[in-house]
């Protein structure tokens, strides 16, 4: 009888204990879910480091291609700013559309005007070699002044020129399609392409700051008139000392 109510006895217990237990989530004891959250929450970061809800990760650095983005704004940006600097008043509408109807960018728009007002009574000229690898524009009056000369070269190619300074030509494109010949004292660059052996401009002897321009390598359209005058390259250094203006005609 004892043994009996002893066995009854203590089966209520075990039962209390297993039901207390069972409270937490199916057996899992208070120290395992504290080290269950630890381990969520900090990543066995040590302490209460780990279980702090409010801390944020860290935020990648962005990649160079969107730090170079951000670092410069588009050219559509630039330009709009800079014409946004300016107080245009009631002609800001006409710049603009000049702009869109000449496919301008802002400084584009603004080097059309700087050259047309810097180039009074010029107009520009753009030509070219035979075969086009060659293109150049260049700023000069529409009535043109050219030099015929008889020296040892220039007889036999033929060479008529007018001399411009080198602030007003432009090459376009062919500076790696273009090969120079020198002889004598070599200060005359005879510039030509080397794909069709056209001369189509070249560096005088007499004005190595300058440029002379063949006007038939010229496009049409921007020749109003011609004066051609003979110099004497056979006997140079007497030619040049006796002309009152060749030698300046490259300086601004």
């Given at each position: 009888?004892?043994?009996?109510?002893s066995a009854v006895a203590t089966g209520p217990r075990e039962q209390r204990r297993s039901g207390a237990s069972g409270g937490l989530s199916g057996g899992e004891s208070r120290a395992q879910r504290s080290r269950s959250r630890t381990r969520a929450g900090g990543g066995g970061g040590g302490g209460a480091g780990g279980?702090?809800?409010?801390?944020?990760?860290?935020?990648?650095?962005?990649?160079?291609?969107?730090?170079?983005?951000?670092?410069?704004?588009?050219?559509?940006?630039?330009?709009?700013?800079?014409?946004?600097?300016?107080?245009?008043?009631?002609?800001?509408?006409?710049?603009?559309?000049?702009?869109?109807?000449?496919?301008?960018?802002?400084?584009?728009?603004?080097?059309?005007?700087?050259?047309?007002?810097?180039?009074?009574?010029?107009?520009?000229?753009?030509?070219?070699?035979?075969?086009?690898?060659?293109?150049?524009?260049?700023?000069?009056?529409?009535?043109?002044?050219?030099?015929?000369?008889?020296?040892?070269?220039?007889?036999?190619?033929?060479?008529?020129?007018?001399?411009?300074?080198?602030?007003?030509?432009?090459?376009?494109?062919?500076?790696?399609?273009?090969?120079?010949?020198?002889?004598?004292?070599?200060?005359?660059?005879?510039?030509?392409?080397?794909?069709?052996?056209?001369?189509?401009?070249?560096?005088?002897?007499?004005?190595?700051?300058?440029?002379?321009?063949?006007?038939?390598?010229?496009?049409?359209?921007?020749?109003?008139?011609?004066?051609?005058?003979?110099?004497?390259?056979?006997?140079?250094?007497?030619?040049?000392?006796?002309?009152?203006?060749?030698?300046?005609?490259?300086?601004?």
């Amino acid at each position: 009888m004892r043994r009996t109510r002893s066995a009854v006895a203590t089966g209520p217990r075990e039962q209390r204990r297993s039901g207390a237990s069972g409270g937490l989530s199916g057996g899992e004891s208070r120290a395992q879910r504290s080290r269950s959250r630890t381990r969520a929450g900090g990543g066995g970061g040590g302490g209460a480091g780990g279980l702090q809800p409010s801390a944020k990760p860290r935020p990648k650095p962005p990649p160079r291609a969107q730090e170079a983005a951000a670092e410069e704004p588009p050219p559509a940006a630039t330009a709009a700013s800079s014409v946004s600097a300016l107080d245009l008043g009631e002609q800001r509408e006409r710049w603009e559309t000049f702009q869109k109807r000449q496919r301008l960018s802002f400084e584009g728009a603004a080097k059309l005007l700087l050259d047309t007002f810097e180039y009074q009574g010029l107009v520009k000229h753009t030509g070219g070699c035979h075969c086009g690898a060659v293109r150049f524009e260049v700023w000069a009056s529409a009535d043109l002044h050219i030099f015929d000369c008889n020296c040892s070269i220039c007889k036999k190619k033929q060479n008529r020129h007018f001399i411009v300074p080198a602030s007003r030509f432009k090459l376009l494109k062919g500076a790696e399609s273009i090969t120079t010949y020198t002889f004598n004292t070599h200060k005359a660059q005879h510039t030509f392409c080397k794909r069709c052996g056209v001369q189509s401009f070249y560096t005088p002897r007499s004005n190595p700051g300058g440029f002379g321009i063949a006007p038939h390598c010229l496009d049409e359209g921007t020749v109003r008139s011609v004066v051609t005058e003979e110099f004497n390259g056979s006997d140079w250094e007497r030619a040049m000392k006796e002309h009152k203006t060749i030698k300046n005609m490259s300086k601004e």
